[in-house]
């Protein structure tokens, strides 16, 4: 029973371009939440998605960047025009009701 | 934004026990408490969690007081792989985890 598989681990973008994360849940998960970790910061919590749906993307900035948890297959964080700013650890948790988080090992994001 | 205070760091000598605590004095009655780590660089990894009684796992023990404002996690023989930063964290919902800047632990030889 494989955990959160988060891949690439690490993804090196050049200012302006895209970056594609990609998560894969616990088997029987639904639930999949997106942090951020800045450098020497803590979490922050990003988007909240069940299958097909975004629930809560209260912390998501309003402009290049996006997710979806499709029916089949992973979840995508989606950063377009990547700057220097949007370097950091990505992390992917899933969950199933009552149970807590369990985390993939991240995407580490350099915008160079 | 996170709903309880933590020490931002503590040490703690090899073999002792860790004791880490939390204040959560807004907690609402349907609130949990959940805690987790981060060892460097890795995912944040779950302990425990608890609503009103103490628990205890293989990881490590709980204790809660009586008004729920307040909590502590305990690692009763911290090894140097101990060494991480702890979070406690308020949710009634398993759905709204927010984590605050924790409480880095140095466990010292």
């Known amino acids: 029973n494989a955990g959160v598989m988060q891949n690439p681990r690490h993804l090196v973008r050049r200012r302006g371009q895209e970056a594609r994360l990609r998560c894969s849940p616990m088997?029987?998960?639904?639930?999949v939440y997106w942090y951020r970790q800045l450098p020497e910061e803590g979490l922050k919590f990003m988007v909240y998605l069940q299958k097909e749906n975004i629930i809560d993307e209260s912390g998501m900035p309003k402009e290049r960047f996006s997710a979806e948890f499709p029916k089949e297959g992973p979840s995508i964080l989606r950063i377009q025009q990547v700057v220097r700013g949007d370097s950091a650890a990505y992390f992917c948790a899933s969950s199933e009701a009552n149970y807590g988080y369990t985390f993939g090992s991240g995407t580490r994001l350099t915008v160079v | 934004d996170a709903k309880t205070t933590q020490p931002p760091s503590m040490d703690c000598a090899e073999g002792r026990a860790a004791n880490l605590p939390c204040n959560h004095s807004t907690i609402s009655g349907n609130e949990y408490v959940y805690w987790y780590r981060q060892i460097h660089s890795q995912g944040p990894q779950y302990i425990i969690h608890g609503l009103k009684n103490n628990e205890t796992n293989e990881m490590a023990s709980l204790i809660i007081t009586e008004d729920r404002k307040s909590s502590t996690l305990i690692l009763p023989h911290a090894t140097l792989r101990d060494t991480a930063v702890y979070y406690c964290?308020?949710?009634?919902?398993?759905?709204?985890?927010?984590f605050g800047a924790g409480t880095r632990l140095t466990v010292k030889p």
């Open positions: 964290i308020n949710s009634n919902n398993n759905n709204d985890m927010r």
């Open positions: 088997k029987g998960h639904s639930h």
